[in-house]
């Protein structure tokens, strides 16, 4: 009876545990459930990243559409500009392309680039636009709207505007920098635009237009268009490393605009070698090693790092350099490398070529050509005498023999 009793009793602590280990993971699936379930089946939603936005006259608009996709059903959703105001012309583009509908996947959201271009009877007012998106059956739809505010111009103001995509060039000093600026005529008024520049003392700064080679000092624009110039800029061969600014300014009259640019300088990297005495020949035998010293020069205004040897040279030769690599060598420092050379054990007597490749940072590099002239060993040449007096000697000893004859 009492084992009976033990038996229910581990029954019951069985059931009881399992009821507590699985009860939080039934519920946390049920919550699961409940929490995938509260979105909709199908639905969508158009919205422009602002709902008004307020610009100057003439000035064009730029945004993103966003196209949502707020079910659990993949959505082929096509999308139009069903009110535009006279005077604009408005487009939405995927890349490059003019867009009318895009495929959206379930929970998810494309966007596309809105452009909105006033013409110039666009006066100040408020604009409005619509937009409207729908799904391929036409079952679901969304509708948005955006007010464009457009402001009368204050005469004068930010009628000049300076871009560049890179206002940072970094590179060595012996480089020459051409920076890319755009220049924009945002008045209604044909202007000339005069360019100056400040920068660092004894740098040189001319003005190109793009993709052409004569320096200008001066630019005509329409009203509402821009040009491209470009800014050619020459450090001294002398500037230090370091980050110089240069100020660009384009005026008109009283009216300027100013664009800052910088140039980052890494100093000069380059080096040089040679040997000390300035002979680039040496000696050996076959299969014998001969030994060079190179000396390599820092003779640039940069510390130049991790500088490596390599070699071309005949087949089966061997190259050997100590030091084999030089950590850091500072401007103007020079360091002596001993260069073994080892002719293969079946070479032919004569001259060959053997070349050293010195490597350091950002190209430099120098190449240095040794004339290796191979000669056969001393104890052949040995050998040789003695086999030529040994001839001498049995043809003495043959003419004797046979004069006693």
């Given at each position: 009876m009492g084992q009976m009793r033990r038996k229910h009793w581990v029954i019951f602590l069985i059931i009881l545990l399992g009821f507590i280990f699985l009860f939080p993971v039934l519920s946390f699936s049920t919550e699961e459930k409940e929490k995938k379930d509260t979105r909709p089946e199908r639905g969508i939603a158009?919205?422009?990243?602002?709902?008004?936005?307020?610009?100057?006259?003439?000035?064009?608009?730029?945004?993103?559409?966003?196209?949502?996709?707020?079910?659990?059903?993949?959505?082929?959703?096509?999308?139009?500009?069903?009110?535009?105001?006279?005077?604009w012309k408005a487009t939405m583009k995927g890349g490059s392309y003019l867009v009318s509908g895009l495929y959206v996947a379930n929970g998810k959201s494309r966007t596309l680039a809105l452009n909105l271009d006033p013409d110039k009877s666009v006066g100040p007012?408020?604009?409005?636009?619509?937009?409207?998106?729908?799904?391929?059956?036409?079952?679901?739809?969304s509708t948005h709207k955006l007010t464009v505010n457009v402001q009368e111009r204050i005469p004068g103001a930010d009628d000049i505007q300076i871009t560049t995509s890179y206002p940072v060039l970094r590179g060595q000093t012996d480089a020459r920098f051409e920076f890319s600026l755009e220049v924009m005529n945002k008045s209604d008024s044909d202007r000339t635009f005069n360019?100056?520049?400040?920068?660092?003392?004894?740098?040189?700064?001319?003005f190109k237009p793009a993709y052409e080679a004569k320096q200008i000092s001066s630019l005509r624009m329409k009203g509402g268009q821009s040009q491209t110039v470009a800014v050619e800029v020459t450090p001294p061969r002398e500037a230090q490393s370091?980050?110089?600014?240069?100020?660009?300014?384009?005026?008109?009259?009283?009216?300027?605009?100013?664009?800052?640019?910088?140039?980052?300088?890494?100093?000069?990297?380059k080096?040089?070698?040679?040997?000390?005495?300035?002979?680039?020949?040496l000696e050996t035998m076959v299969g014998k090693p001969a030994n060079v010293s190179l000396f390599v020069k820092n003779t640039g205004s940069a510390v130049n790092r991790n500088i490596s040897f390599s070699s071309f040279k005949p087949e089966n030769w061997e190259v050997k350099f100590n030091p084999e690599k030089i950590e850091?060598?500072?401007?103007?420092?020079?360091?002596?490398?001993?260069?073994?050379?080892?002719?293969?054990?079946?070479?032919?007597?004569?001259?060959?070529?053997?070349?050293?490749?010195?490597d350091g940072e950002r190209g430099?590099?120098?190449?240095?050509?040794?004339?290796?002239?191979?000669?056969?060993?001393t104890a052949w040449g040995w050998i040789g005498i003695g086999i030529i007096l040994f001839v001498i000697a049995g043809l003495c000893g043959l003419f004797i023999w046979l004069g006693r004859r």
């Open positions: 158009v919205y422009p990243e602002f709902s008004s936005v307020s610009v100057a006259k003439g000035e064009a608009v730029r945004m993103d559409l966003t196209l949502e996709n707020k079910g659990r059903t993949d959505e082929t959703i096509d999308v139009k500009i069903s009110t535009v105001p006279k005077g007012g408020a604009y409005t636009f619509q937009f409207d998106a729908q799904t391929a059956d036409g079952t679901f739809t360019l100056a520049a400040v920068g660092p003392e004894k740098w040189e700064i001319n370091g980050e110089y600014p240069i100020l660009v300014r384009v005026s008109a009259g009283e009216q300027k605009a100013e664009a800052k640019l910088m140039v980052v300088l890494t100093g000069i990297y080096l040089d070698a040679g040997t000390p005495t300035g002979i680039l020949s850091a060598l500072e401007p103007g420092a020079l360091k002596q490398v001993e260069v073994t050379i080892t002719p293969a054990k079946e070479a032919l007597v004569g001259d060959y070529s053997v070349g050293v490749m010195v430099s590099n120098k190449t240095v050509e040794f004339r290796t002239t191979v000669r056969a060993s």
